[in-house]
């Protein structure tokens, strides 16, 4: 079961990493990235089984700063669409070169 | 047949399948929808890793608190409606494809990988602790003991969050 645990965990970390790469809305790509978070999670919670209660332990903190994360994100992305009527990132070049 | 493997497999293929949902709709609503879909799914598999308070704060936390959170900012941002889609051109698709490719060759070993006896605990320790201190005992204990300072840490990290958050979506600073 652990093996299995770590190879769904990689699957759904890849999944995530290809939806940051190819979409342009910032809210999916933030959704994928908690994706990300979550197939981490996966990881600690399967290597506890074997090594000790810390895995455990250690998601709680994943989860604290994953909420954090997605509170002030979030309110980024809302004071970005108050300026730009938009949030592709097509329309976030503000630090691109011409 | 109903074997704990076999529901493993199961859910873990739930929460894949889901996932490619939620990367490949263009509604950020339904994206949304299939990522609630997936956390459910990876919480059934932490109840079956022995991780059961875990799988409840997965629940009321992810697919609770934070993704309805998502919810009502596309909501409030009113992009529920059909528009041009956001996925990118088929360049940056096959460039997805390949380097997700990549990646899944370089991690796939973990799916062979055997730990050293000498680091693992025996088997069933960790259903063990939680017998003797409870289910959610045993995960608080090492909280308020060896892990004190970083839990510290997460609450003064909470509170800047929600600082910051007011901050940002203040209409005027």
């Known amino acids: 079961m652990l093996n299995s645990a770590l ?20 809210i999916v790509i933030f959704m994928c990235v908690e994706l990300m978070l979550n197939a981490v999670n996966l990881t600690f919670v399967a290597l506890a089984q074997v090594l000790g209660i810390g895995g455990q332990v ?18 980024i992305i809302l004071a970005v669409y108050r300026h730009k009527q938009s949030v592709s990132l097509q329309n976030m070049n503000l630090l691109k070169d011409g | 047949m109903f074997s704990l493997h076999n529901f493993f497999v199961f859910f873990g293929g739930i929460a894949i399948v889901s996932a490619l949902l939620c990367i490949t709709r263009r509604s950020p609503i339904a994206s949304a929808l299939w990522l609630v879909v997936t956390l459910f799914a ?20 992810y697919a609770g608190a934070i993704m309805v959170l998502f919810l009502f900012v596309i909501m409030l941002l009113n992009l529920g409606r059909p528009g041009p889609s956001d996925i990118k051109g088929p360049l940056a698709l096959g460039v997805a494809v390949l380097l997700g490719g990549a990646m ?31 289910i959610i005992g045993a995960v ?6 060896a892990y004190l300072i970083p839990f510290e840490i997460a609450s003064v990290l909470l509170l800047a969050a929600i600082v910051g958050a007011v901050v940002l979506a203040k209409r005027k600073l």
Do not use: K, Y
């Open chain 1, 7 to 26: 190879a769904i965990s990689a699957i759904l970390f890849t999944i995530g990493v290809a939806g940051v790469l190819f979409r342009r809305n910032a």
């Open chain 1, 58 to 75: 250690f998601v709680l903190f994943v989860m604290a700063v994953a909420a954090a994360e997605a509170a002030v994100g979030l309110s």
């Open chain 2, 42 to 61: 990876i919480a059934a598999l932490f109840v079956l890793l022995d991780a059961q308070f875990i799988a409840v704060l997965q629940v009321l936390v």
């Open chain 2, 104 to 134: 899944l060759f370089l991690l796939n070993p973990l799916s062979r990988t055997t730990l050293p006896g000498s680091i693992q605990l025996p088997a069933g320790s960790v259903a063990a602790l939680q017998q003797q201190r409870g």
């Open chain 2, 140 to 145: 608080a204990n090492p909280l308020f003991d």
